[in-house]
């Protein structure tokens, strides 16, 4: 049995291993884009437990919760899930202004998106952006470039980011 059980561990970790060699800002990849930006990392030791995201511990709604696995797990209504449906479907943001194109996936929800309605709330939830980005300010609360997968990876777990429920 624990043969078994080894062996289903090592082929579930596999699925992740080849999901890591994928970035989610060039692929339209559900897999990777949950590894890169939402996952909860494996322990070294393959012993121990898996661990379960933090939010599902929170006292919170069934609605707000629903809301926050449906955007970690891609199951929401940005552009770049909805095209997936829509065979010709863009996957441009619709809500920014000005010429530039820019992907509506999740980082740019929480990051880049310069729509008013989010910019408030980045602004309402300031002090959970400045330590992360150097350039997020009141009068610039939007990222103008792609940061990191990693940093988006220590980002979004803050002990008390309020603001991703919201999403
Ligand atoms: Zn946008």
Same mark, same amino acid.
């Given at each position: ?15 992740w291993?080849?999901a890591?060699?994928?970035?989610p800002?060039?692929?339209?990849n559900k897999l990777a884009t949950y590894h890169s930006w939402f996952a909860i ?31 970690r797990l891609r199951a ?6 909805? $095209? +997936? ?6 996957? =441009?943001?619709? &809500? ?7 992907? @509506? *996936?999740e ?30 300010? $009141? +009068? ?6 792609? =940061?990191?997968? &990693? ?7 803050? @002990? *008390? ?7």
């Open positions: 049995m624990q043969e078994v059980t080894a062996d289903l561990k090592h082929r579930m970790r596999g699925v291993r080849n890591e060699l994928v970035d800002n060039t692929h339209n990392p494996f322990s070294r030791n393959e012993r121990m437990p898996i661990n379960v995201p933090r939010y599902l511990y929170l006292d919170l709604s069934k609605h707000v919760m629903r809301n926050i696995s449906r955007f929401h209504t940005l552009k770049v899930e909805a $095209a +997936a449906w829509h065979g010709d479907g863009s996957c =441009v943001c619709d &809500q920014c202004p000005g010429e530039d194109e820019h992907v @509506q *996936n980082v740019h929800a929480l990051l880049i998106c310069q729509d008013h309605r989010v910019c408030e709330l980045r602004k309402h939830f300031s002090f959970l952006f400045t330590p992360f980005f150097e350039d997020f300010s $009141a +009068a610039q609360p939007f990222l103008l470039q792609q =940061v990191n997968n &990693q940093l988006v990876h220590d980002f979004l777990p803050q @002990q *008390n980011n309020r603001f991703f429920l919201f999403f």
